[in-house]
Structures are given as structure tokens and as C-alpha cells.
């Protein structure tokens, strides 16, 4: 059964989000995910995930509040019909993690959340190792770092090899080294511009 990693504190997934999940984990790896396949299968998610909000089959909630969002279904009358416009789009609404794990369950997919970390039991006498704590910001540039020597190695399916190592969803990371990479050429730029306004020490001008 194919699964589809999830970091613990993930909560809920926005149904555009939920469709991607769904494309990655059904669609072998390619570079970029651009195939065609792999399109029509996060497009074909997205519309089952749609429909299925739309019949009452998923749950689904307001992306502030979380309550309930009770689909309206379209009226009988076949003019009326024409102009009824859906109150369910994919933008609006969210699904929890237990009820988007039990839809792909009928289909042939399992979620796994990894768990959170968890403290020494606290009647160990042991002394505990030294736990370093890694930031958000440290981990994205480690995975940028882990990434660009990956593809170095071997470009095609560098990323997908990556987020296995790591244990972690594909698309996550993805972003996250984005996050990172943007970073750096922030970084670079204003790197830049203090060199050309600075000389030996001194401040030009």
C-alpha cells in the first residue's frame, strides 16, 4: 500500500494540498513531477476530492473557524440548476488529517504521521545526552545543502531519494529547500550591497 508521510504537526490539509499528497504518493518519481501522468492524476484528485466534499462523503471544515462546512446540493429543477452556483471550492475548505486518512484508506493509501519527539522517561537516572534542537531555518539549509550534494551525484530523482533518507513527505520538502534557497540569495544579495558601501573598514562616500 502505497503511504503518504506527514509531519506531526500537521493538522489539517487544504483540499488543493490533499490532491497533490495523493498525485505523489500514486505517481512514481520524475524530475519535477512534470509529467503529464502525474498532472492528471493531481487534477483527477482533486476533482474526486471536490465531488466527494460536494455528496457529503468527506468532511470537510471552515479553514478558520474548523467547524462543519454542510455542503448545498444543487436544486432539482434543471433550469435552475443551470445558474446554481457550487458553495464548496477547493480554496474554501479543509480537511482534517483522521477524516483525509480514511479517504484514501477506501482508495488503496495509508497517511502516517510521524510522531513527535518524546522526552526521557523522567525516572532514568542516566545522564541524558545533550539534545541540540534544530530550528526550522537550520533544518531547511541543511536539507539545501543535502540536496545540491545529491544532485551532484545523480540529478534525476535526487529530491524523492532525499525526502526518503529523511523520512518525509516529498513535496514538504520540497518547499522547504525553496524556503532555504530563497534565503541564501537574500542573503547573498545583501552581502553585496554592504561590500560595494564598505572599503577597508570605512564606509564609501
Known amino acids: 500500500m502505497n503511504a503518504i508521510r506527514l509531519p506531526a504537526e500537521f493538522e489539517y490539509l487544504q483540499l488543493d494540498e490533499a490532491a497533490q499528497l495523493i498525485a505523489n504518493a500514486l505517481v512514481p518519481d520524475t524530475d519535477g513531477k512534470s509529467n503529464i501522468r502525474y498532472e492528471d492524476t493531481k487534477i483527477q484528485?482533486?476533482?474526486?476530492?471536490?465531488?466527494?466534499?460536494n455528496d457529503g462523503v468527506l468532511k470537510i471544515?471552515?479553514?478558520?473557524?474548523?467547524?462543519?462546512?454542510?455542503?448545498?446540493?444543487?436544486?432539482?429543477?434543471?433550469?435552475?440548476?443551470?445558474?446554481?452556483?457550487?458553495?464548496?471550492?477547493?480554496?474554501?475548505?479543509?480537511?482534517?488529517?483522521?477524516?483525509?486518512?480514511?479517504?484514501?484508506?477506501?482508495?488503496?493509501?495509508?497517511?502516517?504521521?510521524?510522531?513527535?519527539?518524546?522526552?526521557?522517561?523522567a525516572h532514568s537516572t542516566a545522564e541524558p545526552a545533550p539534545v541540540v534542537k534544530e530550528t526550522p531555518q537550520e533544518r531547511r539549509a541543511r536539507w539545501l545543502d543535502m540536496f545540491e550534494a545529491e544532485e551532484k551525484r545523480e540529478k534525476r530523482g535526487a529530491l524523492q531519494r532525499l525526502a526518503n533518507s529523511e523520512n518525509v513527505d516529498r513535496s514538504n520538502?520540497?518547499?522547504?529547500?525553496?524556503?532555504a534557497r530563497g534565503a541564501r540569495?537574500?542573503?547573498?544579495?545583501?552581502?553585496?550591497?554592504?561590500?560595494?558601501?564598505?572599503q577597508d573598514g570605512k564606509r564609501k562616500g
Open 45 to 53: 484528485a482533486l476533482e474526486e476530492l471536490t465531488q466527494a466534499a
Open 173 to 179: 520538502m520540497k518547499k522547504d529547500i525553496e524556503k
Open 185 to 198: 540569495d537574500t542573503e547573498r544579495r545583501a552581502g553585496a550591497w554592504t561590500s560595494h558601501l564598505v
Open 61 to 121: 471544515r471552515h479553514p478558520l473557524t474548523l467547524g462543519l462546512v454542510t455542503p448545498v446540493k444543487p436544486p432539482q429543477d434543471r433550469i435552475d440548476a443551470l445558474f446554481h452556483v457550487p458553495k464548496i471550492q477547493p480554496y474554501q475548505c479543509v480537511v482534517l488529517v483522521p477524516d483525509f486518512a480514511l479517504y484514501v484508506a477506501e482508495r488503496g493509501l495509508s497517511v502516517i504521521v510521524e510522531a513527535p519527539e518524546q522526552a526521557a522517561p
